[in-house]
T-cell receptor
Framework: AQSVTQLDSQVPVFEEAPVELRCNYS??????LFWYVQYPNQGLQLLLK??????LVESINGFEAEFNKSQTSFHLRKPSVHISDTAEYFC?????????????FGKGTKLSVIP | NAGVMQNPRHLVRRRGQEARLRCSPM?????VYWYRQLPEEGLKFMVY????????ESGMPKERFSAEFPKEGPSILRIQQVVRGDSAAYFC????????????FGPGTRLLVL
């Protein structure tokens, strides 16, 4: 079984400041890792994912995350946030290999960007 | 290319009624997943289906809940005799055969049980 811990339930940050949203996971098997973003009353949008290869992955809107296997972490970072980044962010994992691809989610981090 | 479609977006039911939630996966996707999001909680996996097959229903409550993904038409999540504790947002996701690990989510159905 897998579990995901997002250490911060809420993160306020000033516009144009950097931000890091933390995600740690626990799993007895290898996993794929994902970050999703949810705007109010909307569904989840895939932000970025790590399946294999380079441990640093980037999104089209300036976010990046780095897979650290030894620390079982997949923290999300952005060097300069915008008002439009205000949303809830979910980290998720799924085991690699064949079988069920159910995602296990963290409880989410609400990012509030302050003008 | 249309994304994952869910309807209705909002559903109000009285205790004891039935709720039917529909999900049309993205074009070309043959894998469907249902998740439930309770207030202040992350999403919890419920069931994983392929066409005409339930692959993994380990997250489904044992009673009152069922899901199907017929050969033709949308996937249906059915909740019989709803109770107030069923009030939640229900999200459907889909993935393709070639990128089965990556799930794309619909906008969700928000169920309110009175």
């Amino acid at each position: 079984a897998q579990s995901v811990t997002q250490l911060d339930s809420q993160v306020p940050v000033f516009e144009e400041a950097p931000v890091e949203l933390r995600c740690n996971y626990s799993s007895s098997v290898s996993v794929y890792l994902f970050w999703y973003v949810q705007y109010p009353n909307q569904g989840l949008q895939l932000l970025l994912k790590y399946l294999s290869g380079s441990t640093l992955v980037e999104s089209i809107n300036g976010f990046e995350a780095e897979f650290n296997k030894s620390q079982t972490s997949f923290h999300l970072r952005k060097p300069s946030v915008h008002i439009s980044d205000t949303a809830e962010y979910f980290c998720a994992v799924t085991p690699t290999g064949a079988g069920s691809y159910q995602l296990t989610f963290g409880k989410g981090t609400k990012l509030s960007v302050i003008p | 290319n249309a994304g994952v479609m869910q309807n209705p977006r909002h559903l109000v039911r009285r205790r004891g009624q039935e709720a039917r939630l529909r999900c049309s996966p993205m074009k070309g996707h043959s894998h469907v997943y249902w998740y439930r999001q309770l207030p202040e909680e992350g999403l919890k996996f419920m069931v994983y289906l392929q066409k005409e097959n339930i692959i993994d229903e380990s997250g489904m409550p044992k009673e009152r809940f069922s899901a199907e993904f017929p050969k033709e038409g949308p996937s249906i999540l059915r909740i019989q005799q709803v109770v107030r504790g069923d009030s939640a947002a229900y999200f459907c996701a889909s993935s393709s055969f070639v990128d089965v690990e990556t799930q794309y989510f619909g906008p969700g159905t928000r169920l309110l049980v009175l």
